[in-house]
Nanobody, 121 residues
Framework: QVQLVESGGGLVQAGGSLRLSCQAS????????MGWFRQNPGKERDFGAA????????YYSDSVKGRFTISRDIAKNTVYLQMNSLKPEDTAVYYC??????????????WGQGTQVTVSS
């Protein structure tokens, strides 16, 4: 049973930084892709970034490219999202997700419970 547990959300001022963590457990993740998504009430869940577990290949949406960095620590089974130059429009619940296969923004099988990020202006 794959489990994903996010942490690190909180309140930050515009221009500030936060680092989200996603602790993954339940299996070995070789061959998996790990992703970060975000969602606001009443809106669709938006893709942010993804990384291949084995090779560390990364893929970003245009909205976060250049400001956010996804990484993983294989020894700790943890995926990170470093968020810099935060804007009020980055406010959302952030979700960690996992899937098997190629890196993309679709087809994720497993989801965490989410962590709230609020950016004040």
């Amino acid at each position: 049973q794959v489990q994903l547990v996010e942490s690190g959300g909180g309140l930050v001022q515009a221009g500030g930084s936060l680092r989200l963590s996603c602790q993954a457990s339940g299996r070995t993740f070789s061959g998996y892709v790990m992703g970060w998504f975000r969602q606001n009430p009443g809106k669709e869940r938006d893709f942010g970034a993804a990384i291949t577990w084995s090779g560390g290949y990364t893929y970003y949406s245009d909205s976060v490219k250049g400001r956010f960095t996804i990484s993983r620590d294989i020894a700790k089974n943890t995926v990170y999202l470093q968020m810099n130059s935060l804007k009020p429009e980055d406010t959302a619940v952030y979700y960690c997700a996992a899937k098997r296969g190629v890196v993309s923004q679709w087809g994720y099988e497993y989801w965490g419970q989410g962590t709230q990020v609020t950016v004040s202006s």
